[in-house]
């Protein structure tokens, strides 16, 4: 069963051998939540702003950067944090007949009326998260496991499967599929989707990233292209505005693209790699000297050997105004404690804002994973002629090594203030500090641990999955045994 296969490793590679707890009294924020507004001078009725002028100042407040004015939102977040620290296992869902295996992804829909679960024994389950009552289960939704499930609006669905097609749904009519996609040659194990263009992108163990024009869907598919091809693909994000797709490999390299342009295919000989390097912890950043990735395989499939060597640097992206589009940035982060070692990344999660990355990170042997949060750095490099990678370790927590080979599918609350992290049978919440402050304020001087604010465990069995509702105080989670738990607030 692909569930027991060492994630990383491609079909045709052998398989490696394979109660709630109370917290103490949730701390109260230490500083004030409510926004200060510029002065404003009676004589001249000017806004002061910092030094580096108005358009720093405006953008740092569209960004929610610096303490002169912060999103009216954030005003609310003692309130919420609040009532995440009073969150506790509710209820457990589960259909009359218990034949779908393991639960490998969970996805609510945009309005949080539906939680969409995908199994291991080729089923999709749809279930109420408000009454916890199970809605339909989709039996035959694929001809083997389902990976992924991502929702396009509130009632159409995608869902991939290791039978390398991907499905089309409908909730109006879940009795026959709107439409099935072919055109990987290997398991689908990941789905995003472009609401601006109606472009839906998908990743397999294939290396291949297509798009699918679903502007043009009919019942015989959509109109695809294969965008972009690498070694070792694991999971493919896009950032929220689309400006950026991070792809994550099974040897420990991350890749960005930047200033993304979907409607282009990338022919391998054309990528304008604009930085490689390993990334850096705060502490790190006046160091300039590039380091070059272990021997480990190229991630790109046009050389066996280095393709970071100083030839294919592009000078030119090294420009002021940013980099050419589709330009590519091939990194290894740092995983504290594997400097010399490999480690693969298992999951890849971004920002609800785009701040950030969100990293679970395995080595080689299996014996030790991390989960950790880089920042995107922005700007040009620090000298010229260097490259500067544009990713910084921020956070990072050690992970219990409990169920080893499978991956484990962690995320951010829909506010980014909070990490949900599979944990042996259970799940931790994890914030940037105990108040559960934005990473904006509160991002360290070096790479800081991430804190515990919540441990609940509800399974028997190795959690693989869990989700924040987009619009309660609601936590899923999945499990090995197909169990599916529900943590909402008591008091």
């Not at 930085?275 to 395989?297: H, M, Q």
Request: aromatic share 6%.
């Amino acid at each position: 069963m692909s569930w027991r296969v060492r994630w990383g490793l491609t079909p045709e590679q052998p398989p490696p051998g394979e109660g709630d707890q109370s917290p103490p009294p949730f701390p109260s924020p230490s500083r004030s939540a409510s926004p200060k507004t510029p002065a404003v001078s009676s004589s001249s009725a000017a806004v002061s702003v910092p030094s580096g002028g108005l358009f720093a100042w405006v953008r740092g407040r569209r960004l929610g950067r610096g303490g002169r004015c912060v999103e009216p939102a954030r005003d609310t977040f003692r309130a919420m944090t609040g009532l995440y620290g009073a969150i506790q296992p509710a209820d457990s869902m589960s259909p009359i007949t218990r034949t779908h295996g393991a639960v490998f992804n969970l996805e609510y829909s945009p309005g949080g009326s539906v939680l969409t679960v995908a199994c291991e024994q080729t089923e999709v389950l749809l279930f109420d998260p408000i009454s916890s009552k199970h809605i339909k289960t989709l039996s035959e939704a694929h001809e083997d496991c389902v990976n992924n499930i991502r929702f396009l609006d509130n009632r159409l669905f995608a869902t991939c499967s290791d039978d390398t097609t991907i499905a089309l749904w409908d909730l109006r009519k879940l009795d026959t599929k709107v439409c099935t996609l072919h055109g990987h040659t290997s398991w689908v194990k990941n789905i995003e989707y472009d609401t601006n263009t109606r472009l839906l992108v998908t990743s397999g163990f294939d290396g291949n990233v297509i798009i699918w024009d679903t502007n043009r869907c009919t019942e015989d598919g959509c109109p695809h292209k294969k965008f972009f091809h690498t070694r070792f693909l694991m999971r493919m994000r896009l950032t929220p505005d689309c400006s950026k797709m991070l792809i994550s490999t099974s040897s420990g390299y991350l890749l960005i693209l930047h200033d993304l342009d979907l409607t282009k295919s990338l022919e391998v000989v054309s990528y304008p790699i604009l930085r490689a390097r390993r990334t850096t912890s705060n502490s790190d950043l006046a160091s300039t000297v590039s380091s070059s990735p272990r021997s480990t395989g190229s991630p790109c499939h046009q050389s066996e050997s280095n393709p970071l060597s100083e030839k294919h640097i592009v000078r030119a992206t090294q420009r002021e105004g940013g980099s050419p589009r589709n330009s590519l940035e091939v990194l290894t982060p740092e995983v504290p404690g594997e400097r010399d070692r490999g480690n693969c990344i298992t999951s890849l999660q971004l920002h609800p804002k785009g701040w950030a990355t969100l990293l679970r990170c395995s080595s080689n042997t299996d014996d030790q994973e991390w989960t950790c949060v880089y920042e995107f750095q922005e700007g040009t490099p620090l000298r010229p002629v260097s490259p500067r990678c544009s990713l910084q370790l921020t956070h990072c927590i050690e992970e219990a090594n409990v169920g080893r080979g499978y991956i484990k599918e962690l995320c951010f609350s829909p506010d980014g203030r909070m990490i949900s992290s599979p944990h042996g049978y259970g799940i931790r919440l994890l914030g940037f500090d105990t108040h559960c402050s934005e990473l904006v304020d509160c991002l360290p001087n070096e790479a800081a641990p991430l804190q515990e604010i919540r441990s609940l465990y509800s399974h028997s069995d190795v959690v693989l999955t869990t989700k924040f509702s987009p619009t309660h105080c609601q936590i899923a989670s999945g499990c090995l045994s197909g169990r599916v738990s529900l943590y909402q607030p008591k008091f």
